[in-house]
């Protein structure tokens, strides 16, 4: 049993983006289906509109729960997101806040949770669908952001693609990344003698989603001639509808 109320409060925050307007439509596609539910949710992104501000001032409930609409636990969850809410409870740029007293939780990201690997496998499974190929001949390949500041971390990417890979669903299951080794560009190019079905471990609908991978699919698609093997991208982890009870069960750890 979920350890909320219904009483409880919900705020999902995520990046956004000032090129994209459309980039908080998976995590405010979620909020939706949550409120469908019976539950109070309000959605915020550090880059845009709503702003932490308007959310927190749409606000009445006693506790609050914050859920980090990311997908790794780093500088956006520990320290942007806390300095965001700090910065409205403090008076900085809000004219209302949550009831007086109101308890603040915050949740681990929503890219953490266990459950993301199946959503990777049943992508994966889809998109082979899709393109008629068997899964054991295919491989799937799970691209995220990296860092080019702090390489090397061992990501929730990474674990999540184990855990997929262990299934033998796939011929391989590999993780990519756009700023940091394994680079896209190198994994596809290992892998030319497969189908490649490509999955987005990205919670925003931006820049990479729409422009970044696009073209370094392309190429490789390219690089592999007219008759070379499919490489296709299938969807973000974050466009699937599972991830609305993943949004509960990460609240409630908060």
Same mark, same amino acid.
């Given at each position: ?8 409060? @919900? @705020? ?10 459309? /980039? ?30 308007? /959310? ?13 609409? &990311? ?15 700090? /910065?409205? @409870? ?79 669903? &796939? ?45 370094? @699919? ?33 609240? /409630?750890?908060?």
């Amino acid at each position: 049993m979920l350890d909320l109320s219904v009483n409880d409060a @919900l @705020l999902l925050i995520g990046h956004g983006s000032g090129r994209y307007p459309d /980039a908080a439509d998976p995590m405010r596609r979620h909020a939706e289906t949550l409120r469908s539910r019976g539950w109070s949710v309000e959605i915020a992104v550090l880059n845009g509109s709503p702003t932490v501000a308007e /959310a927190l001032g749409r606000i009445g409930a006693a506790t609050v729960r914050v859920v980090p609409f &990311f997908m790794e636990d780093g500088y956006f969850s520990r320290v942007a997101v806390p300095r965001a809410l700090e /910065a409205v @409870l403090a008076g900085a740029g809000a004219r209302s806040t949550p009831s007086p007293g109101a308890a603040i939780q915050f949740a681990p990201p929503v890219g953490l949770h266990d459950g993301i690997a199946a959503i990777i496998e049943r992508q994966g499974l889809a998109a082979c669908a899709a393109l008629g190929v068997a899964p054991d001949t295919a491989a799937v390949v799970v691209i995220g952001h990296g860092s080019a500041i702090a390489p090397g971390r061992a990501l929730a990417l990474h674990r999540h693609c184990s855990r997929v890979a262990a299934t033998a669903t &796939f011929t391989t299951v590999q993780a990519a990344c756009l700023e940091e080794a394994p680079f896209v560009a190198d994994v596809l190019g290992r892998l030319s003698l497969h189908p490649v079905v490509v999955v987005g471990f990205f919670a925003n609908q931006a820049g990479h989603v729409l422009d970044d991978i696009p073209a370094l @699919l392309a190429a490789e698609q390219s690089a592999r001639g007219s008759a070379g093997l499919p490489v296709r991208f299938h969807a973000s982890v974050t466009d699937d509808p599972a991830m609305a009870d993943i949004i509960l069960e990460q609240a /409630a750890v908060g």
